[in-house]
């Protein structure tokens, strides 16, 4: 599996060069508030987990793959490490730039370690909804014809998603909405992180299995 996850990472060296966008990217982010970071930053991170679908079909990855001693399965299992090792990366980015965002935003309220673990929480939540509904798709279809159902899509919903949910907080709720939800999670804080990393991973799981079985049945 890791040596499949090392494949995939190396096939995509061309796009390595985009990471270096995510902190900035976070950085403006944190500019309204730096609550939004680390979901931010797991979704960020997460989403060149796709690129290794885009490799695999200009340079026919996938025939490739087929001609090592490995199982489908396998192939899959690598894809999914490393779509989580870049989500917990994307998460750790956004939670070490935090206080430096802290330092200019227009919400100068920082979390302490309770509401944190919320947000973590919520994070992989966010990386378990967003792996379901991308790949799937992206197994089943490729990157040409899944990019659509299997990543803009998804990656639209998520961005209409946080812009309804960051206007709604500014000027409905004044700033409150996200804080209001964090208190309460904070009150909460072993139920409500329990809750959301356990329906995290049962996401990722059903996630996994689908892609196991579509890739396992499906033709070149």
Known sequence: MFEMMKLDWAATKYYHKRILMVPLCLLVVG???SLYMVPMGAFLLFSISVNPFAVEEKGDLNRFYLTLPVKRKVVVKGRYALSLALCLGGILLGVVLMPLANLYSFSKWYPDFKWMAAIVSFSFLFCGLTSLAMY??????????????????????????????????????????MTELLIYASEHILAVSGSLLALGAMLLGISYLLSVWIYGRREF
Not at 146 to 168: D, F, R, V
């Open 31 to 33: 500019w309204f508030s």
């Open 136 to 177: 799937p798709q992206l197994f089943r279809l490729g990157y040409q014809k899944g990019k659509i159902w299997g990543y803009y899509l998804p990656a639209g919903m998520i961005c209409l998603i946080y812009i309804i949910i960051t206007e709604y907080d500014a000027k409905v709720k004044g700033g409150m909405f």
